[in-house]
């Protein structure tokens, strides 16, 4: 009896062509994803049937990103594919500054929304969210200050 439950699951999860890690916590069901900027790293976890509650480290959006425009950065994805209501959010970003992590944030979240909806991948893709920004801090060379700050020269 089991062993028949068990071999049904695994013909659903083999007739899946894309196969989405769904993980659970709590008796929800969640998709995970993650966002990069800079050495900001932020850990999404998509949850359907909500409220539009996006908590980050432990606390609400506003009280994590007190300033409108960075709380703007991370619902810009949410608005452009109209999942602003129906969607709870928990985040965890380390590393980095403020508007480092709100793109981080807003790249995990456009992510998790591509692994939700494979539909929402051409809209996503126009916007810019699902690109990571390469740019990194350059490392510091020997006998410079900076990455490329040489010291004072002096004629004599």
């Known amino acids: 009896m089991e062993q028949e439950k068990n071999n049904k699951k695994q013909e659903k999860a083999l007739s899946n062509k894309e196969?989405?890690?769904?993980?659970?916590?709590?008796?929800?069901?969640?998709?995970q994803s993650?966002?990069?900027r800079?050495?900001?790293?932020?850990?999404?976890?998509?949850y359907q049937n909500g409220k539009g509650e996006i908590i980050i480290n432990k606390r609400k959006l506003e009280e994590y990103f007190p300033t409108k425009p960075i709380r703007?950065?991370?619902r810009q994805v949410l608005r452009t594919t109209n999942h602003e209501e129906?969607?709870?959010?928990?985040?965890?970003?380390?590393g980095g500054g403020?508007?480092?992590?709100?793109?981080?944030?807003?790249?995990?979240i456009a992510r998790a929304l591509e692994k939700f909806d494979k539909e929402l991948r051409?809209?996503?893709?126009?916007?810019g969210f699902l690109t990571r920004d390469p740019r990194e801090k350059e490392r510091k060379?020997?006998?410079?200050?900076?990455?490329r700050r040489a010291p004072q020269w002096s004629k004599r």
């Not at 800079?38 to 998509?46: C, E, H, I, Q």
Request: avoid cysteine; charged fraction near 30%; aromatic fraction near 4%.
């Open 38 to 46: 800079k050495t900001a790293t932020a850990r999404v976890r998509l």
């Open 122 to 127: 051409p809209i996503l893709k126009i916007k």
């Open 19 to 31: 196969k989405v890690k769904l993980g659970k916590d709590e008796n929800n069901i969640y998709i």
């Open 34 to 36: 993650i966002g990069r």
């Open 141 to 147: 060379k020997p006998g410079l200050k900076r990455a």
């Open 98 to 108: 403020k508007v480092g992590q709100s793109i981080a944030i807003r790249h995990g």
């Open 72 to 74: 703007n950065n991370i």
């Open 86 to 94: 129906d969607l709870n959010f928990s985040i965890v970003v380390s």
